[in-house]
């Protein structure tokens, strides 16, 4: 597969089948992989993206295509590019930041 995708990208994502209390749905997901992997491998690295507003720690609140909603890092998977249904958009740099230190935090 030749698909082009990169690191801050919002794509529509097919995340069924989910077992247990895995995130479902089809739903908007931030690519976080780094572009070189993007670019070589058939699978991406994305978290996320929920309008359920919860105040956990793992979640960066976030507004996309003006609409508040939070990424759920604690939700983080690898899925294949196969999954991904069409490009959405991007998010900005200060959001990416925030999703990026999470994950330092989250994963230390």
Known sequence: MD???AKKEV????LEPTIGSEINKTRPCV???PDIANRYKENVVIVPLTSTRKNFPSRVDCKFENKNGQLVID????????????????IDEATSNKVYEMIKIYFK
């Open 75 to 90: 939700q983080i998977r690898s899925v294949d590019k196969t999954r991904l249904v069409k490009k959405l958009g991007t």
């Open 3 to 5: 698909m082009v995708v």
């Open 11 to 14: 794509w529509l994502t097919l």
């Open 31 to 33: 690519i976080i992989s």
